[in-house]
């Protein structure tokens, strides 16, 4: 059997922010493994059905990230939130989708007090940034070409 091996060269380091990837890496890992349990079964959610994660540049995975996530945690948490621009409503619709599946595949957050949700909901943002954006080696998401 031949085991076939490759080298990637690159002009750019990736992660394009290591030190930034690092950090984010460390902080998941000093979770305790309760929320880290529970971070990873709604990240687990996010990666197999939701599209917004795979915007091709970093400042647009960002934004969503923060639009989405940010409204979820509001409407997870029970607080309102009205739409005010087409880009609320956009990010809305997808928050209000996550709220859904997270409700129903997530019973523990029925227990979890409004504080406690939007913890998470902090924790989990971290995550996806991580994982979509710090962390990411896809060259793409820096191409200046773009």
Do not use: I, M
């Given at each position: 059997m031949t085991k076939i091996t490759y080298k990637v060269t690159s002009e750019h380091p990736f992660p394009a922010?290591?030190?930034?990837?690092?950090?984010s890496l460390a902080a998941y890992e000093a979770l305790d493994d309760v929320t880290k349990a529970r971070v990873d079964q709604m990240v687990d959610w996010v990666m197999k059905?939701?599209?917004?994660?795979?915007?091709?540049?970093t400042w647009d995975r960002k934004r969503q990230n923060e639009g989405i996530l940010g409204i979820a945690a509001k409407l997870l948490a029970g607080e309102p939130?009205?739409?005010?621009t087409p880009e609320d409503r956009c990010y809305w619709v997808d928050s209000v989708t996550l709220q859904r599946a997270y409700q129903a595949t997530c019973p523990w957050l029925a227990e979890m007090s409004k504080e406690d949700i939007k913890a998470l909901m902090k924790e989990l943002h971290a995550r996806i940034d991580y994982?979509?954006?710090?962390?990411?080696?896809?060259?793409?998401?820096?191409?200046?070409?773009?």
């Open positions: 922010d290591a030190a930034a990837a690092a950090a059905n939701c599209l917004w994660q795979f915007h091709s540049r939130f009205t739409p005010q994982l979509t954006v710090t962390g990411s080696l896809n060259e793409e998401l820096t191409d200046k070409h773009y």
